[in-house]
């Protein structure tokens, strides 16, 4: 609470003393006698006091004029532009801030609107800075178009301040004539300013989304600047416009930036076009990540006419490509799909092996179970935990042919159907568990007392009491904790 009282109290000295030692004030520049005596008296009256010696009345009397809009005191409120006298203002919180003449003058400018634009533009050739500075910052909340160009200029300015100002106001008046050459100030920019750039160029495509304006963001697709590009795939993605499909699929060809690309897939998923398939598929082999992932996630979304673009890519090199396929594949409605994932489970590679029966376990179709429980003997545990998880998501199809898996002769076959089995916990299991538990192989006799635990089914104490008494020490533990979970039931 201290430090909060000190900090109010210092920031009101410093208040205080800025208030304090400034001595010069910038009156307008134009004199008295050029206040014609047309004007009304009240008007008369505020352009006068903008000659005071005190900052808070003259900020008084900006305020004023705002309010009526009085137009002929536009050229005395843009002098005011380089009065910096600081003022302290109170909000109705009672928070204080500094302003000056200068800052209000903007506001007061933007309230009297199109008839100070002319005057404003003029002003943007000022010698001092802070006259077109705060002119471009006018203009800005005008937002009138004719401002534009002249505002393309300023942002070529020697002041940062004064092209930061135009930069803001073209992003606030959202005309896409200034696209372009806001994209080449971010292109030639240091990196610490470029924010300055994109953010008046995102304000710019913001304004084109809401009013649908969809050429220049095509144009915008062939900008030098590659974060030009990718605000315009982005934007033309929002729109789902079918017009964007050919453009961005040139994009996808010729743009040597990832992020680009990225964008352009994204946009050509949304917008879900069947033009966009053959191109979406060429990128799988794109030679970066995200890119790659991108494409599985939007050809995935869309409706895939046919598989044939697809299938040369289960024979390509690279396992990650294979992979992308597979993903692909597995969502589309087309029954010669599971034909070419079954034979993925032969792959010499254990990735894709495992990425197949993670696909066979989504599409759920009961003629690929005998090649997925085969595959649970499977070299690789990897693709044996991949097997199983699909064959556990599938559900009550798996039941009679894991019964049926627990004569296999091959041990991981009939050791992991025994953990499904108790997964499922279905008590048609139970009887056939209960016979594995005097198999030959302490492993299947192991998991088959696991899984009467998991089951819960009486029936199965007594033999799990004899199987305490197994030759081997890790049956005979996990048989008596069976036991105690079917007595906790």
């Known amino acids: 609470m201290r430090y909060f009282v000190i900090n109010n ?79 302290i203002l109170r909000s109705q919180e009672g928070t204080a801030g500094i302003t000056s003449p200068g800052k209000i003058a903007v506001g007061a400018l933007a309230a009297i609107g199109s008839p100070a634009v002319t005057p404003l533009i003029a002003a943007l050739q000022d010698n001092r800075s802070n006259v077109r500075m705060n002119s471009a910052a006018a203009l800005g909340k005008i937002k009138n178009s004719r401002a534009v160009e002249p505002l393309i200029n300023t942002i070529k300015d020697e002041d940062i301040e004064v092209r930061k100002n135009a930069a803001a106001a073209l992003g606030e ?16 920019s240091k990196y610490n300013q470029r924010q300055l750039w994109s953010r008046a160029v995102k304000d710019i495509i913001n304004w084109m989304i809401s009013g649908r304006d969809r050429e220049p963001l095509i144009r915008a697709l062939s900008s030098e600047e590659p974060l030009v590009r990718q605000m315009a795939a982005e934007a033309l993605r929002e729109l789902k416009d079918t017009k964007a499909v050919e453009p961005l699929i040139k994009t996808l060809r010729e743009d040597d930036d990832p992020r680009v690309r990225r964008v352009a897939v994204e946009a050509l998923g949304e917008i879900q076009n069947a033009r966009a398939i053959v191109p979406l598929v060429a990128l799988l082999k794109d030679k970066d990540k995200e890119v790659r992932e991108s494409v599985v996630t939007a050809l995935q979304s869309m409706n895939m006419p046919d598989i044939e673009a697809l299938l040369p ?115 048609e299991s139970v009887v056939p568990l209960i016979e594995a538990l005097n198999v030959n192989s302490w492993v299947v006799r192991s998991e088959a007392a696991i899984a009467l635990g998991k089951i819960k089914d009486k029936r199965a ?29």
Not at 12 to 35: D, F, K, W
Request: charged content about 25%; glycine content about 4%.
């Open 461 to 489: 104490l007594a033999p799990l009491y004899d199987t305490t008494n197994d030759k081997d020490s890790y049956v005979r533990e996990v048989a008596a904790g069976a036991i105690k979970l079917i007595k906790s039931d």
């Open 173 to 188: 008046i959202g005309d896409s004539r200034a696209l372009e050459p806001l994209s080449v100030c971010l292109r030639n």
């Open 313 to 427: 890519f289960l024979k390509d090199s690279d396992d990650e490509v294979r992979i992308a396929t597979i993903r692909i594949l597995c969502r589309i409605e087309n029954d010669r799909i599971a034909v070419y994932l079954i034979e993925a489970l032969n792959d010499k590679s254990w990735i894709i092996r495992s990425e197949a029966a993670k696909s066979l376990g989504v599409l759920r179709i009961p003629e690929t179970l005998p090649s997925l429980i085969q595959a649970l003997n499977d070299k690789n545990m990897s693709v044996r935990l991949a097997v199983e998880a699909s064959l556990i998501s599938i559900g009550s199809p798996v039941l009679q042919p894991l019964i049926y898996a627990l004569k296999e002769p091959d041990v991981h076959i009939q050791s992991s159907a025994a953990k499904i089995l108790g997964e499922l916990g279905d008590s």
């Open 9 to 87: 109290i210092l920031f009101g000295l410093c208040c205080i003393i800025m208030v304090t030692i400034t001595s010069v004030y910038a009156q307008p520049h134009i004199h008295r006698e050029n206040i014609t005596d047309t004007v009304s008296t009240e008007v008369k009256q505020q352009i006068e006091v903008l000659f005071s010696d005190k900052a808070s009345e003259r900020v008084a009397a900006v305020t004023a004029l705002g309010k009526i809009k009085a137009v002929v005191a536009i050229p005395f409120l843009i002098e005011l532009f380089d009065d910096t006298d600081p003022v």
